[in-house]
């Protein structure tokens, strides 16, 4: 098992900046790929970014491209979301997940979620 624990949202202005990080526990931390996903009220869980275990490759859904930073430390057990010029659209809970040694741009590929932490953009 994987447990999950997702902390920094909160409430921001449009254009401003937040960080969340998903801190882990219970396996080797370096064997799982990470992603981010959200899901705003009334819409589907979605994608937004994931990173290898090596923290080497990742991937981004384009609405977030040049905008969110993926990172690890697997020393730490965490992962990070950097998230800059933030858009009203970006509002949602945010979910960190795990996926055994790669990563993968759905949500029904990952095993491990945590709780969720809830991001609002005001405009």
């Known amino acids: 098992q994987v447990q999950l624990v997702e902390s920094g949202g909160g409430l921001v202005q449009a254009g401003g900046s937040l960080r969340l990080s998903c801190a882990t526990s219970g396996r080797t931390f370096s064997n799982y790929a990470m992603g981010w996903f959200r899901q705003a009220p009334g819409k589907e869980r979605e994608f937004v970014t994931a990173?290898?275990?090596?923290?080497?490759?990742?991937d981004y859904a384009d609405s977030v491209k040049g905008r969110f930073t993926i990172s690890r430390d697997n020393a730490k057990n965490t992962v990070y979301l950097q998230m800059n010029s933030l858009k009203p659209e970006d509002t949602a809970v945010y979910y960190c997940a795990a996926r055994a040694f790669y990563y993968g741009l759905e949500s029904s590929q990952y095993n491990y979620w945590g709780q969720g932490t809830q991001v609002t953009v005001s405009s």
């Open positions: 990173i290898s275990r090596s923290g080497g490759r990742t």
